[in-house]
């Protein structure tokens, strides 16, 4: 059995071979349906697959954001905190509380600053970046700190006033740098800040007294509530249930869910498309080798009866049409992903001007070609049933009669 097996496949490959004309017909033929499928899905996966990672890596993308100013308590935010969607959150102040005026020794102008509660795990800054911690730290804005002309380890001078009973009182206080935070993480001047220094700035301000500082003011209240909050959410597809959870709550917040969707939306929209694309080229491709397959074992009639005759089973000559589909599969695919290498290459060429740096307009990855390769030979094996359903049908007489 095992013999004969290996004679069938010797004699299809030599006859492959032989009508090489033919042979070349059929790859080329799947070659030119399988290479424009490739280059089509490598410009969706490219072009949408830029986009969606885009999405995900913008921490923006994740923000949630309270419209307006609220009253939210420390129990209240600690419960949103340990919401398993909630990535990070922080307690924020009074928006004209949260401003400094920073100097430093390296630089004559006085640079007015947004303050950004921050703390561990804050999604703009870098992971391994030092944090902005007690009352003395900092994360400058690059903005800020080219303005400043800082490096880490420095001590700004951060000055701030207040009317105090009637006069007019302004402090001072020495912040150290303890790191830059990359220049897409704030556009404009600003510093991350620890909670516990953005809550001394606006007791500061409110008139109250900040003992770990010597300012002197009246007593704070026991209690503090906070106007707002920063809040990302652990992924992009956690932001909508949020809002919504915040909207049961009677809590209005702003969020880029309409962005996320529309990326979300026109990626299975292209999906579909795609699909259906590929879907009616694999059964054209197939339905086209099946009948060339077909045609090509009826034309071999009396040969193959006398495969039959010298002892070559059923289940022999049904490999005969069987190896010829593979080859025909494997060297498509092989000639297809040079196709789509080539035109690959000219378009991120084209294109490599309009996106960003190391980004590809049109890109596969390794498993792409892989699961190409496994579809080619499936529509292949299946194109070659039909020829092989013809060749199990040719009786041994056939051949004698031709003798």
């Known amino acids: 059995m095992i013999r004969n097996l290996f004679k069938a496949f010797r004699l299809a490959t030599s006859d492959y071979l032989h009508e090489w004309q033919m042979s070349v017909c059929f790859v080329l033929g799947l070659a030119a349906v399988l290479g424009p499928l490739l280059v089509l899905f490598g410009l969706k996966f490219g072009l949408v697959g830029a986009m969606m990672d885009q999405l995900i890596e913008d921490a923006g993308n994740r923000e949630i954001r309270p419209v307006g100013s609220g009253h939210y308590d420390r129990a209240w935010l600690e419960s949103v905190r340990a919401q398993p969607e909630v990535a990070f959150l922080v307690p924020r102040t009074r928006s004209i509380a949260a401003t400094i005026e920073l100097a430093s020794e390296n630089s004559s102008r006085i640079v ?54 009637g006069q007019q009182e302004r402090v001072h206080l020495n912040l150290t740098v303890a790191a830059i935070a990359p220049e897409q993480a704030f556009s404009r001047d600003g510093a991350f800040v620890s909670v516990q220094l953005l809550e001394a700035l606006e007791d500061f301000r409110d008139g109250r007294a900040v003992p770990e500082l010597d300012w002197r003011g009246m007593r704070a209240d026991a209690e503090r ?26 809590v209005d917040v702003h969020t880029r869910v309409a962005e996320i969707e529309l990326v979300q939306r026109m ?7 795609y699909w259906v694309i590929a879907v009616i080229g694999l059964v054209g491709v197939s339905l086209s080798l099946g009948a060339s397959l077909w045609a090509n074992v009826d034309r071999k009639r009396k040969q193959l009866s006398v495969l039959r005759l010298v002892g070559f089973r059923t289940r022999d000559i049904v490999w ?36 960003e740096a190391g980004q590809q307009v049109c ?33 041994p007489a056939e051949g004698l009669r031709e003798l």
């Not at 600053?113 to 804005?141: K, Q």
């Not at 990626?267 to 498309?273: A, C, G, P």
């Open 225 to 250: 509530s906070y106007p707002g909050f920063r809040l990302y959410a652990r992924s992009i597809q956690d932001v909508a249930g949020l809002r919504d959870a915040f909207a049961d709550v009677g």
């Open 267 to 273: 990626d299975r929209n292209l999906s579909v498309i």
């Open 112 to 165: 007015p600053v947004e303050l950004i509660a921050s703390a561990s795990g804050d999604p703009l800054l870098a992971p391994d970046a030092p944090l902005p911690e007690g009352l003395t730290h900092v994360v400058l804005s690059w903005r800020t700190a080219e303005k400043l002309a800082v490096k880490p380890g420095d001590v700004l001078d951060g000055s701030l006033a207040r009317r105090y009973r």
């Open 320 to 355: 005969f049409p069987m190896v010829q589909a593979l080859y025909t599969a494997v060297l498509g695919w092989a000639l297809a992903v040079a196709i789509y290498y080539a035109t690959a290459w000219v378009i991120n060429i084209m294109m490599a001007t309009q996106v």
């Open 363 to 395: 890109r596969l990855l390794e498993i792409h070609y892989l699961v190409a390769l496994g579809l080619t030979c499936g529509a292949a094996v299946i194109a070659a049933a039909l020829a092989g359903m013809r060749s199990a049908r040719i009786e």
